[in-house]
């Protein structure tokens, strides 16, 4: 069995990782030419490693199922990177970052890892602008920087609403750089369905082709996961319809551990359903409220237009409670505060389950370009949804999930318990604690790829320059093809008269009434049950169309909606172990007499890490304690 060592640095915080990349072993200019090494996904983090690899020297393959790289979630990322680099002379710095991520994940993460994120940040803004990220300039020609929830400095850079997309790019052109000199090898329309073990070391994955519909065969001596989060759990979310957390969980079930799942972001401004027919939702970025101003009216079932009630009927909600943040508090907050006022009757629009984002004071005061020119294409893509122009009345937005601050297991050296597995950006739980400042993803995912797995995986690497080439042909490879060929076959015999895209939205229902925003003991054993029956229907009335030998786009989604069932317990095993309400995981029983998530830092400092058993069987817990040596833990404030 797999034993917990996260590898965490003697000495003090701020010379721990300069400390331990001086110590980390060397693979010679030589000797990397001579390994190959596998990149599953092509988001910032998986595109920023394959590309810094390949320009090391390495063999790189790369997979994603999308048709291009460009294609990966990242490019959803709308409002920007954080990085310390004090530009506005706030008196920014790398510990008031690190501070800032460990407070927002409320004191769930480990002190090392946030710490290292937050001191390679700068180095990020210098490496996305030399590659041509048209970041937000000053009329001087300066870069320019805004604020986030949680903080209060101004450290974010952006580009006006679609920050992701340009870092993405940024990557992506360091990619196909590679891809050209023939240091990186791009599978394109790939959906990985194994992990494949020899003498317990992680040595290639069996893939889809989802063109062909054949089964393939990789080998490398290390395979890198940034494969993502699984937020789509909840069936309607801000992340692309067929991002899942299949491939982490093809690496849990090989013996990856699983860390925190429970611990999912709801992101407070979306655009609220719209009707029955959605297969996702819109996100608005956090950087709106810069300027927008979140309300309610103060009557409960208040039907007027929102230009007809005046200031003096409003309830600035967010203000009143959180004075010192206003509307820029932590996502986890700002998200249950919208969920108390809707469930109260203060609710607006149709449903009742809205709350108002309102531009009309910065527009007075700042004219209407100006927001235009901060704001423009989310306030397009905001109008072309809803046909609601928000330079003439407020956004309708309400909370929906997002991202997720669990994943798989990894030290230090951001390796998983499978020897030569590693697991970067939001693949895996290190960085984020049970909430994520917005901002951070983008800034974890480019520091991961750019900045440390390139460091840390020589370590490894170092002592398999012996080793030759691994063959395919190896039983191991063969034995992983007949796992995932039996796994296909089986949901392809099953024809029933149920669409995988029906399922996933039962389950969808099922995890937000019972592990969504808010959570309690009896509503959880109660999804565990409900998982388990509509898993069992699954696989009694499935009905996937076409053949395996061709695209079958039916069989793609039933494949990760099968893997979906199996996330699903993992969360709520998570959030029933986790008897307190921390960051995003709130649990009713466990709040302050103001409504506020309640920890219970004596029993449950630690970090969850789940251990596979075997399906529809209780995982095993592990538990790494987190020690704070930097930081007094103390009850989370933001009034």
């Not at 959570?519 to 499935?542: A, C, M, Q, T």
């Amino acid at each position: 069995m797999a034993k917990l060592d996260a590898k965490i640095p003697n000495g003090p915080l701020a010379q721990k990782w300069i400390n331990h990349k001086n110590s980390l072993k060397l693979v010679s200019p030589a000797n990397k030419k001579k390994m190959d090494i596998i990149v599953v996904g092509t988001g910032v983090a998986g595109a920023a490693a394959a590309a810094s690899l390949g320009q090391m020297g390495y063999n790189v393959k790369v997979f994603c199922f999308q048709d291009s790289p460009r294609r990966a979630h990242s490019v959803a990322a709308q409002g920007g990177i954080n990085a310390t680099k004090n530009y506005r002379n706030d008196n920014d710095s790398v510990y008031r970052l690190f501070y800032d991520m460990i407070k927002g994940g409320d004191f769930r993460a480990r002190e090392a890892n946030v710490y290292r994120a937050a001191e390679v940040s700068s180095s990020i803004i210098d490496q996305l602008t030399a590659q041509g990220v048209p970041f937000a300039r000053e009329y001087s020609g300066d870069l320019t920087t805004r604020s986030f929830g949680g903080v209060q400095v101004s450290r974010t850079f952006y580009a006006q609403g679609q920050t992701g997309q340009q870092v993405l790019l940024g990557s992506y052109s360091a990619l196909k750089r590679q891809i050209a000199k023939g240091s990186v090898t791009m599978y394109e329309r790939r959906q990985m369905l194994e992990i494949v073990t020899i003498d317990g070391k992680a040595r290639g994955i069996v893939c889809r082709n989802l063109v062909s519909g054949e089964l393939e065969r990789h080998s490398a001596h290390a395979v890198v996961m940034a494969s993502g989060g699984y937020g789509t759990i909840y069936f309607l979310s801000t992340l692309a319809v067929n991002s899942s957390g299949e491939a982490a969980y093809a690496a849990y079930k090989k013996g990856a551990f699983f860390a925190n799942p429970s611990f999912i972001q709801i992101h407070p401004s979306c655009i609220p359903q719209l009707n029955e027919y959605q297969s996702k939702l819109t996100l608005m970025s956090e950087s709106l409220r810069n300027d927008g101003r979140v309300w309610v009216s103060k009557a409960q079932g208040d039907k007027r237009k929102p230009n007809d009630i005046p200031v003096e009927d409003r309830d600035y909600y967010l203000e009143r409670r959180y004075p010192a943040f206003g509307n820029l508090v932590p996502r986890d907050i700002a998200s249950r505060a919208a969920k108390e006022r809707c469930d109260a009757g203060y609710g607006v629009g149709d449903t009742g389950y809205a709350v108002y984002l309102d531009f009309s004071d910065a527009i007075k005061k700042q004219g209407k370009k100006v927001i235009k020119n901060k704001y423009e294409n989310l306030f397009d893509l905001y109008e072309k949804i809803t046909g609601e122009s928000p330079y003439e009345q407020p956004m309708k937005i309400y909370p929906a999930g997002h991202y997720t601050m669990g994943g798989l297991w990894v030290d230090y050296n951001l390796m998983t318990t499978i020897p030569g597995l590693y697991a970067i950006g939001e693949a895996n739980f290190s960085d984020h604690g049970a909430n994520r400042l917005g901002a951070s993803a983008l800034m974890q995912g480019s520091g991961d790829g750019y900045f440390i797995l390139p460091i840390t995986i020589n370590d490894y690497l170092a002592d398999e320059i012996q080793t030759p080439k691994i063959s395919t042909d190896l039983p191991e490879f063969h034995d992983a093809e007949q796992e995932a060929r039996g796994r296909i076959e089986k949901l392809m015999n099953i024809k029933g008269k149920t669409s995988p895209l029906a399922f996933h939205k039962k389950l969808g229902r099922i995890m937000w009434d019972r592990a969504g925003m808010v959570r309690n003991n009896e509503g959880l054993k109660k999804g565990i049950e409900e998982v388990n029956l509509l898993e069992d229907e699954f696989y009694k009335d499935l009905n996937i169309t076409g053949s395996t030998e061709s695209m079958n786009q039916t069989l793609e989604r039933a494949l990760r909606v099968a893997a979906s069932f199996e996330i699903a317990r993992l969360i709520i095993y998570d959030a029933l172990n986790r008897k307190e309400s921390c960051g995003a995981h709130f649990r009713e029983e466990y709040q302050t007499q103001d409504g506020e998530a309640l920890r219970n830092d004596n029993e449950f400092s630690y970090v969850s890490v789940w251990e596979y058993q075997g399906s529809q069987k209780t995982p095993n817990l592990h538990k790494e304690d987190l020690v704070f040596e930097e930081v007094k833990v103390q009850q989370r404030s933001y009034k």
